[in-house]
Every structure is written in C-alpha cells, then in structure tokens.
C-alpha cells in the first residue's frame, strides 16, 4: 500500500522525503529503531489517556480520521532501519495499543487473527538471520520488557508487574489492554468486527507525517524547524551515538567518559542542562556556538577517533567543574569554603553567559585569581543587567572569546580577563546613570542589589559578597505597594505609579527581626513626592559604582 500523498524536496543538505501515512502503516511496513543511547519510553498514564481518548473521540465520529503530527526518521547506515529521531513515544504507544487488540482476539481464542496483528505489526521472520525480530527496535533497557509484552499473549499484564525498573511500559500496555477488553464487551457479539475497524483505523486514518532523510544531521536540522519547542535531548542523543560511533573498539571507553559527565551534573541526556553545558564547553575552545548549531559544528570538527575520546574526556574531566558553576554543594568548594559566598553571589544573580569563562578559569587559574574573578564577574553580571543587554549575543561572545584566551593559556589572571572584557562591560557613567532610573521586576535581583547597599552604608566587610545565610537575614519592602492604587499616591501621576512602584529607590530592605526602613523620616510618610524617590536612587547610584567597580583591582 502506498501512502495516500508523498514528494521528494531538496532541502540544503539533502533530499527530505515527506508522506502522510496511516500510524499502523508505518509500524508494518518499515523497520524502525530507537537510536540505542536515546531516552526510553517515558509516556506515563496521563500522556497514554489522553492518546486513548482522542483516538476513541475520532473513532467513534462519523468520519473517524486523526492527525498525530510529525515524525523524523532518519534512514543513516546499513542496518536497513530508520533512526527515530522524534516520534518514539507515539510509535510505541500505538505498537501497544495494537498488541492490545492482539491480546482481545487471543483471549477470545481466536489466535488466526491475532497471529496475523502480530506477525503485521510487531514481529517479522528476518531470513538473514534467521528468526524472528521486533519491528520496532527499542533501546537496550526498554528492548527486554518490550519483548516481554509481545511474548505474553493474552492474559492482561499486572500494573505492578516488575518487568521494568520504571514500570512505565507495563502501566501503559495494563490500560491499554483494559480499554480495549471494554471495547470487546460493548460490542458484544460484534466484538470482532470492532477490534477489526480499530486495526483499519490505525493502519489508514490515524495519519502522521513522516519527514526522512538520508542521516541524522539531517533529520535534526528538520526537526529543529518543525517542532518550535526545541528537545535538548535531540542534541545530546546525537552527540552521544556520533561520538560512540566514532570511537570504534574505544566504545567501553567513551561510555565510561559520557556516563561520569552525567552523573558529575547528576543529569540524563534527555535534560536541557547537559545540553547547555556541552554548548558550553564547546565555547571554552571554540567560541560561541548555537544550541541548532552545535552537533553540526562538532560533527565538523570531531571526525577521528582520537579526537572523539578526547573530547568525549573533555566532557567527562570539566563536568564537575560545571556542577560547581550551578550549586556550591559540589564537591569542588569543600577545599575553597571562603569562597562559597562569593559563588553564592554569582549563582544567585541567575545569568548564563559568563560560565564558559569561569569554567576554563576553574581549570587553569590558581584559586586566588578564581577569587578574584567571581568578584569581577559579580561586578561585571550587577553592570550589565543595570545597564541592560546582558543578554545579547555581544556580550556572550565576548565571554566565550575571553574563555579561549584562558584555556589556550595566553589569559593567566584576572585582571588580564579584565583587559580582553573591557569594551563590553559599562563605564561608570554609562552604569550611574542607568541605576539613577532603573527599574527591578526581579525580587531576587531587587533584594540583592539593596542588601548590598545597605551592607556598604553600615561599612560591613566585603558588601557586595551576599551569602544565603546573609540574604536569609533580611527582608525586601517598598514604599509605593507593587499595586498601588492611585487614591492613596496622589502626588504621583497615576499612569506612572506601577512604574514608580518597580524603582531600586521605591524598594528597601531590613532585617528579619525588625520593621522600620533604614530612611529619613520625611521620606517615609505620606508626602513621599517622585523627587524623593529619584534622588534616593541617585545617591544609591553613586554608591554603586564603587560597590560593584569596572576593573578587577
């Protein structure tokens, strides 16, 4: 059988191949597999009923059709296999419910055409090898207990039944089979002919499209562009098969290497920090990069197998260090505890763009230029979100090229850092005068900026270093309320009072154990004029220029 519409179009790289076929259709007539380092079946009760559902809504309409997006295949290597790249969850949770009716005709004793469901939809007699083989090739860890299921013909498998760590599969597979037994019921002696019509309405009219290409490059930059919400784990499945593929019989080796960098991060492939931190450390050596970007560009480069391991050891010998960036519960500060409220600081002003930096410093410098450092970038973090445009590709760039010249060694100290960062952290005329009139939606960001403020009024060492136990202290208040009514704050224009309310001079903190803000009392009545608040934020201004200074000293 054909599909119902299909074309060949040239995309940039290669011929993209896009059908619109029937879900069942694709499941008999292709072979598919799970790239064997990609996350497994992940799909949980809520995901499998609301698939059920909407099946059962289109089915029972009186023109039973039903869309179900798109997959990506890509058809790489001489397996005779398509690699999903997106779609697994989809094509497995219809390979159950097919097994499903399969079960119904066996437990109704007839096994001709249950047989026949399976020998179409999940099995196959391969005469190369000589046995059977699931058409459907699932990872190593699912593969066991998808097989499982297709041995253990129609008895209803338990919930609980132990066949899978996660039990995900087996859940699924127990309310697929209980629907599908309730099917058979209502149907009464029309039973067959029912479970029939939703084998046809499986194999033709729940349609997807399936866009193939030639390899998974390919097939990542198309689905890069179909699926808007982006998947990290795309990325890190990718690298992990083309660096695994790469290194040969140094297989064992480089798993060894991907498996620590996981659990260094205490992540799975499948989430967005390891992506962010392979992008990362990507730019330590070789400068900014795209997330889109990033597999082509290390496929690029990467193409022996010496350099595979190397950077597959690259991944595994700097994930701690990244693990550090994110959290000071890491190991690596047990032996700098004096620096962990400096580390606090950074990781509580809540940015990005400076990590590919401090990871190559954390590798390369002496502690005391890394303490200098975490001061400079706290500094140089509080200037650019002042100063706005901290999250711009400029200044990312200008991180990432600073963290080249560290990992090269031609960058050996802080105040050299400084140097190549100049010309993109804010003067301190740029900076004064855009914290004179700059307004904070962010509390976290808003509590810190004053917290250290009020610590460099009371000449408290160290100001602009907060710790968690130091912001635990105290308590963020404003004079104008964030939904102020404009009855109560007649001296200010009423379309301007929400924008007064999010003003650095509106806001104050105190400490937990008392009440009373640390102003004049003119200011703290009802006469509070916008003069007041303006020239409170500009004196807070003044102050934070040396609070937060431009060059690392």
């Given at each position: 059988m054909r599909p119902e519409s299909q074309g060949l179009i040239s995309s940039k790289l290669s011929p993209v191949d896009i059908s619109l076929e029937g879900i069942g259709h694709v499941l008999r007539d292709?072979?598919?597999?799970?790239p064997p380092y990609q996350?497994?079946?992940?799909?949980?009760?809520?995901?499998?009923?609301?698939?059920?559902?909407?099946?059962?809504?289109?089915?029972?309409?009186?023109?039973?059709?039903?869309?179900?997006?798109?997959?990506?295949?890509?058809?790489?290597?001489?397996?005779?296999?398509?690699?999903?790249?997106?779609?697994?969850?989809?094509?497995?949770?219809?390979?159950?419910?097919?097994?499903?009716?399969?079960?119904?005709?066996?437990?109704?004793?007839?096994?001709?055409?249950?047989?026949?469901i399976e020998r179409d939809y999940t099995v196959v007699f391969d005469l190369k090898c000589g046995e059977s083989v699931v058409r459907?090739?699932?990872?190593?860890?699912?593969?066991?207990?998808?097989?499982?299921?297709?041995?253990?013909?129609?008895?209803?498998?338990?919930?609980?039944?132990?066949?899978?760590?996660?039990?995900?599969?087996?859940?699924?597979?127990?309310?697929?089979?209980?629907?599908?037994?309730?099917?058979?019921?209502?149907?009464?002696?029309?039973?067959?002919?029912?479970?029939?019509?939703?084998?046809?309405?499986?194999e033709n009219r729940v349609r997807i499209i399936t866009v193939t290409v030639p390899s998974e490059a390919d097939a990542f930059l198309i689905f890069e562009t179909l699926n808007a919400r982006g998947r990290a784990l795309t990325v890190a499945d990718l690298l992990k098969n083309y660096l695994f593929g790469l290194a040969g019989d140094h297989l064992?080796?480089?798993?060894?290497?991907?498996?620590?960098?996981?659990?260094?991060?205490?992540?799975?492939?499948?989430?967005?920090?390891?992506?962010?931190?392979?992008?990362?450390?990507?730019?330590?050596?070789?400068?900014?990069?795209?997330?889109?970007?990033?597999?082509s560009r290390i496929k690029a480069a990467i193409t022996s197998k010496p350099a595979s391991l190397e950077f597959s050891q690259q991944l595994e010998e700097y994930a701690p260090l990244y693990a550090a960036i994110l959290s000071t519960d890491e190991p690596w500060w047990n032996a700098r505890r004096d620096l962990v409220p400096t580390g606090d600081t950074l990781q509580r002003l809540g940015l990005e763009q400076y990590r590919p930096l401090l990871l190559a410093a954390m590798r390369q410098f002496e502690d005391v230029e890394i303490a200098s450092l975490l001061r400079g970038l706290i500094a140089w973090s509080v200037r650019g979100i002042v100063v706005g445009g901290?999250?711009?590709?400029?200044?990312?760039?200008?991180?990432?090229?600073?963290?080249?010249?560290?990992?090269?060694?031609?960058?050996?100290?802080?105040?050299?850092?400084?140097?190549?960062?100049?010309?993109?952290?804010?003067?301190?005329?740029?900076?004064?005068?855009?914290?004179?009139?700059?307004?904070?939606?962010?509390?976290?960001?808003?509590?810190?900026?004053?917290?250290?403020?009020?610590?460099?009024?009371?000449?408290?060492?160290?100001?602009?270093?907060?710790?968690?136990?130091?912001?635990?202290?105290?308590?963020?208040?404003?004079?104008?309320?964030?939904?102020?009514?404009?009855?109560?704050?007649?001296?200010?224009?009423?379309?301007?009072?929400?924008?007064?309310?999010?003003?650095?001079?509106?806001?104050?903190?105190?400490?937990?154990?008392?009440?009373?803000?640390?102003l004049p009392a003119p200011i703290q009545d009802r006469y509070l004029t916008p003069d007041m608040l303006s020239a409170r934020q500009q004196d807070l201004a003044e102050r934070a220029i040396t609070l937060w200074p431009r060059e690392i000293r």
């Amino acid at each position: 059988m054909r599909p119902e519409s299909q074309g060949l179009i040239s995309s940039k790289l290669s011929p993209v191949d896009i059908s619109l076929e029937g879900i069942g259709h694709v499941l008999r007539d292709r072979r598919l597999e799970v790239p064997p380092y990609q996350r497994g079946y992940s799909w949980g009760l809520d995901e499998v009923s609301e698939f059920w559902w909407d099946l059962k809504a289109a089915y029972v309409s009186s023109n039973p059709q039903y869309f179900l997006g798109t997959i990506v295949l890509a058809q790489e290597g001489g397996s005779g296999r398509s690699t999903i790249i997106d779609g697994q969850q989809r094509l497995t949770t219809a390979s159950l419910l097919l097994m499903a009716i399969r079960n119904e005709f066996f437990r109704r004793k007839d096994s001709t055409r249950g047989e026949v469901i399976e020998r179409d939809y999940t099995v196959v007699f391969d005469l190369k090898c000589g046995e059977s083989v699931v058409r459907l090739l699932l990872n190593s860890d699912d593969l066991p207990h998808y097989q499982a299921i297709i041995n253990k013909r129609g008895p209803r498998p338990s919930p609980t039944e132990d066949l899978n760590p996660h039990l995900r599969m087996s859940k699924a597979m127990a309310f697929l089979d209980n629907q599908v037994q309730r099917e058979a019921k209502e149907a009464g002696p029309n039973w067959a002919d029912t479970l029939f019509r939703w084998v046809e309405f499986l194999e033709n009219r729940v349609r997807i499209i399936t866009v193939t290409v030639p390899s998974e490059a390919d097939a990542f930059l198309i689905f890069e562009t179909l699926n808007a919400r982006g998947r990290a784990l795309t990325v890190a499945d990718l690298l992990k098969n083309y660096l695994f593929g790469l290194a040969g019989d140094h297989l064992e080796v480089a798993q060894r290497y991907w498996v620590s960098a996981l659990l260094a991060l205490e992540a799975t492939a499948d989430e967005e920090i390891f992506t962010t931190y392979v992008r990362h450390l990507w730019a330590v050596f070789y400068g900014v990069t795209r997330e889109r970007e990033l597999y082509s560009r290390i496929k690029a480069a990467i193409t022996s197998k010496p350099a595979s391991l190397e950077f597959s050891q690259q991944l595994e010998e700097y994930a701690p260090l990244y693990a550090a960036i994110l959290s000071t519960d890491e190991p690596w500060w047990n032996a700098r505890r004096d620096l962990v409220p400096t580390g606090d600081t950074l990781q509580r002003l809540g940015l990005e763009q400076y990590r590919p930096l401090l990871l190559a410093a954390m590798r390369q410098f002496e502690d005391v230029e890394i303490a200098s450092l975490l001061r400079g970038l706290i500094a140089w973090s509080v200037r650019g979100i002042v100063v706005g445009g901290i999250g711009g590709g400029s200044i990312e760039r200008a991180y990432a090229e600073a963290a080249i010249g560290v990992s090269e060694g031609s960058t050996r100290t802080a105040a050299n850092v400084f140097k190549e960062l100049a010309h993109a952290i804010p003067t301190d005329e740029v900076f004064r005068e855009a914290f004179a009139v700059r307004r904070i939606n962010r509390t976290t960001i808003a509590k810190y900026l004053l917290i250290a403020l009020a610590r460099a009024e009371a000449d408290e060492a160290d100001p602009s270093i907060v710790s968690t136990f130091e912001d635990g202290r105290y308590q963020l208040g404003s004079f104008i309320p964030r939904k102020a009514s404009p009855s109560d704050w007649t001296l200010f224009p009423p379309d301007e009072l929400a924008q007064w309310s999010s003003r650095i001079g509106n806001m104050y903190v105190t400490l937990v154990d008392t009440q009373s803000p640390p102003l004049p009392a003119p200011i703290q009545d009802r006469y509070l004029t916008p003069d007041m608040l303006s020239a409170r934020q500009q004196d807070l201004a003044e102050r934070a220029i040396t609070l937060w200074p431009r060059e690392i000293r």
